[in-house]
């Protein structure tokens, strides 16, 4: 399947896109809400609610805004690469789990998107009023798996 007929399907099928789609398909994150389906051997993620992915939507773009030296980028507006868009989303979820249980140890994996973010916003009180610059250090921090070296053949 070329990618523009598998876009269009996607589109078509996926009414409701889930915003952390890249951390869910690498495994770096899970969400209650979240449903997998498959195109041509390709996978997407649904979002279960609409009140969510408007919250997960407001919460990246508040995180791309606040972490544009994090991540080495000027406009706000352009697509990220998807190395950049990872360690947005997976280093921002991190940094915000982290701010809720700061003596717990770091993890690797986030459980439960819809619960990070629902008590982010019953602890400090709206998604404006997050603890940054924790988050920002985690987001630096992020590096997804190193680059694959290629194999000699002989």
């Known amino acids: 399947m070329d990618n523009d007929a598998f876009r269009s399907t996607y589109r078509a099928i996926n009414e ?4 952390y789609e890249k951390s869910i398909l690498t495994n770096h994150c899970a969400c ?11 996978e997407g993620v ?14 990246l773009e508040r995180l791309r805004r606040e972490a544009r030296f994090a991540l080495k980028t000027v406009g706000a ?7 950049k868009a990872l360690r947005l989303q997976v280093g921002g979820l991190r940094g915000i789990q982290s701010a809720l249980m700061p003596d717990a140890p770091a993890t ?3 459980e439960d998107i819809r619960t990070i973010i629902e008590q982010a916003i019953a602890r400090f009180g709206s998604l404006d009023a997050l603890p940054f610059e924790g988050i920002m250090q985690q987001i630096a921090a992020f590096r997804g798996r190193g680059r694959r070296r290629e194999r000699r053949r002989s």
Not at 32 to 42: G, K, T
């Open 16 to 19: 409701r896109f889930c915003p």
């Open 32 to 42: 209650s809400l979240a449903r997998r389906f498959c195109i041509a051997e390709r």
């Open 46 to 59: 649904q979002c279960g609610s609409g009140a969510a992915q408007s919250r997960c939507l407001e919460l």
């Open 77 to 83: 507006d352009a697509a990220l690469p998807h190395t």
């Open 108 to 110: 690797t994996r986030v």
